[in-house]
């Protein structure tokens, strides 16, 4: 029932990238934008198949490379509910994608793609819907047209652009239309503008329940947006008429969207976060300003301010998942609810010791340790809690908010029981984030939020618990998939013998944390190490440097 004659065709005019082996991993395909026309070709279809087997609903595809240089590009599959790709269905999308690189003819291709197709019992007469988006990368528009040729023309396909987006944004409005199509009635599809309307009215709901004025708790908010699609988007935002805040309170930096070799250049959230310094084009000004700085595709977001001292002070992940936790928990409390909603907050092992002492000590708060990934962390946050905080210390998370949550607090609202207020601030509270992933944006109007709420300077957020000195460094090493891990990929099991030398320097450091695992996405190991001493900090990390090497 495939237009042999027509995918064909649109085989042979796109695929010219042949023999790399390509791997869909935790951000999905990411390399050279110049290598990835067959990459595109084939998540196209894998997508089309994605939503045919789910009965036609929205399946999303992004084309972002992130924080990665302007040369880059890449591209990942959404769930219609706007979660990342199903994990079994990763290893299709590279049967598919190295099928297309390492094929010698079409038909060899062609016979691997029906194979999936009868191995997945996938129903061609269906019609499948597809949402796609790109940021802001020069290479992403010829990219989007290897991705979608074969959609509509071989697949009748209905394909819906988005154009440029941030990834959360082609997160957002893929679960929205679906939702919209499940509910029936208005058929329309949504749109970037319904995620604009609806975290403005969350924001605005937020501070009239809490009665408190439209204005930040800080003199002025200065936004980096890497120079990426964060920038324009986030305009729109403020841009709107019914954005109430002042509009000199935030100032938007690095909004070069649109000159190509700027994207993440010397700014940004990872520049930011590794470098432990301003970005390009901030410089400290009044010493109340908060700061903060997006990646590329704004799906991620880290704070940070400069003391009086001109001394740099890094707000990231940790501090946001510490920051939502104790405001949470204190909501949770006034209404009532602790016993019967449980809050937690999910972190990796590059979180830094001193906020997981805070979160267990201070906050009396449940914590778990997953492996590096947002997936990993949005699993067990959806599998533990009703309210499940989690961020990667690098910026990217988000908080969600399990059924139980919401019918607990509809139920009480509607019996005008409890403490209406805190219940209230709970329910804006939810609205106001973006459960479908981490989202710069709606993380950055949260914290603003939640700060306004409770009258905290970025001094005082800081102060909730003191980092302890830590390093991250990354190893190139010969080969990286010999370094396999246990334990949340705290301990090392192979190479034989490695983690019992690493302890042994572990030993040696007050207060010593470090860990070893390969990156899966740069061809590296990366060393974390942390100790109580800052004046021992580099000699603990080149220790286990020389141990690893
Ligand atoms: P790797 O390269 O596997 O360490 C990095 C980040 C992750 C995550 C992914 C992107 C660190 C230490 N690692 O993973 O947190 O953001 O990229 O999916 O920041
Ligand atoms: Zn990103």
Known sequence: KIDYDQLRKLYEETCCSKNLQYSYGTAGFRTLAKDLDTVMFTTGILAVLRSLKLEGQYVGVMITASHNPYQDNGVKIVEPDGSMLLAAWEPYAMQLANAASFATTFDEFYAELVKLIEHEKIDLDAAPHVVVGRDSRESSPFLLRCLTSTMASVFHAQVVDLGCVT?????????????????????????????????????????????IEKRLSVPKLFVDTANGIGGPQLKKLLASKDWAVPSDEIEIVNDKSDVPKLLNFECGADYVKTNQSLPKGLSPSSPDSLYCSFDGDADRVVFYYVDPESKFHLLDGDKISTLFAKFLSQQLQLANLTGCLKIGVV???????????????????PVSCTKTGVKHLHHEAATHYDIG????????????????FHETIESKLSKSQGNLLALNTLR???????????????????????????????TDWDREYTDLPN??????????S???TTDQERKLQNPAGLQTKIDSVIAKYPMGRSFVRAS???????VYAECQDPTKLDQFCNEIVEHVK
């Not at 709901?205 to 809490?210: A, H, K, M, P, Q």
């Not at 390093?471 to 990286?480: A, E, F, G, W, Y």
């Not at 899966?520 to 990366?526: F, L, M, P, Y």
């Open 167 to 211: 990834t959360p944004q082609l997160h957002y409005v893929t679960n929205l239309s679906n939702r919209r199509q499940r509910e029936g009635g208005s058929a329309q599809v949504a749109t970037e503008q319904d995620y604009y309307s609806f975290f403005i009215d969350a924001f605005n709901e937020l501070f009239t329940t809490c009665q």
């Open 347 to 365: 972190q990796t092992a590059y979180a830094n010791g001193s906020s997981t002492t805070y979160i267990e000590d201070t906050l009396h708060c």
């Open 389 to 404: 905080i989690y961020f990667e210390a690098n910026g990217h998370g988000t908080v969600i908010f399990s059924e139980k």
């Open 428 to 458: 804006c509270f939810a609205n106001l984030i973006n459960q479908t992933v981490g989202d710069a944006i709606s993380d950055m109007l949260a914290v603003l939020a939640t700060l306004s709420i409770l009258q905290m300077a970025p």
């Open 471 to 480: 390093k991250l460094v990354k190893c190139i090493v010969p080969d990286r």
């Open 482 to 484: 010999i370094f396999q």
């Open 520 to 526: 899966g996405t740069e061809d590296a190991v990366r």
